[in-house]
């Protein structure tokens, strides 16, 4: 303990922060399962709040904005890049465009007041933009009815309109509000496999969330055997892949040289109709889609040579049991 609080005072701090926490509303957990590598859906999720962010919104501003004024929020929320991009393209006139987006920011800092009013400042401040820490803290813990500080706020919002930088702080904001909606993420299983972007979804995590943990399904499972060295696992892995039109991802993502086993493929097997893959993809030219499906045929893999690899006389029998059965 020495080495993360620098005295008694500290350590007693900590106990009273911590104790008073516990007396805080508990935050909102989400519980996410089989994303299978679906980015899309699963930033769905997590901009959405899964479900969180609409509620409050409708809580906050029933009988003060229109059914429709708030769906454009809740909108503005999920995507705030996608819609300031179109929304400066129709507001063509500036004091229109300044109006539009005072009122919007100040909609905006009551949302964020309301979903972090649970929490502690060292959650809120842990979710905000670096660029705009300070002026969204001070906006969003502040208490706007005071008359004394209310021309501070004003002019505030009003010079960062003024200096043309409402669209970042509006992005700012609605990326700190979908991360308050959620305190904790939970993945139950099924990261991987068939989707394009596992790879980005656990980038994501990383990156821009600051609370999640992993309950490890079966096809998270197969690719930590790959990456152990589990031959029976690659086999497995490549042909789900080639199964779901996915090879690009082990070649693109994962710096896999595929080459050989497409050669393979295409000289020595036909696409047949049981082999075809389960998904279209827009884009796949006959060739790519033939090649997949050639690919993800059984006995392919079993031709690959990988079984002289293998170890041991008890792999080689689970190797020849593998075989048959995928035949």
Known sequence: MENEFANINAIKTKIINLSANLNLPKG????ISDIHGNNDKYLNIIRSGAGNISRKVEELFNGRLTTLNQKKLVCLIYYPEEVLEKNDKQLTDIDESEQWYMDTINH?????????????????????????HEFVYELSS?????????????????????????????????????????ERIHIIGDTYDRGAHPDLIIEHLNESWQNFDFEWGNHDVLWMGSMAGSKLCMLNLLRISARYHNLGLLEDVYDMDLTSLRKFASNRYKPLPNFEARVNIA?????????????????????????????????????MIVCYWIN
């Open 28 to 31: 909102t957990e989400a519980f």
């Open 283 to 319: 884009g796949l030219t006959d060739a790519q889609r033939d090649l997949d499906t050639a690919s993800n045929k059984p006995r392919l893999l079993c031709n690959l040579n990988l079984k002289d690899k293998l170890l041991n006389g008890g792999q080689n029998l689970i190797w």
């Open 108 to 132: 905006l800092i009551e949302v964020m007041r309301y979903v972090a009013n649970k929490y502690p400042s060292n959650i809120v401040k842990i979710a905000l933009d670096n660029h705009f």
């Open 142 to 182: 502040a208490d706007l009815s005071a008359e004394d500080k209310q021309p501070y706020y004003h002019e505030m919002i009003k010079n960062i309109v003024n200096l043309r930088m409402g669209a970042d702080f509006t992005i700012a904001v609605c990326h700190a509000i979908q991360k308050l909606a959620i």
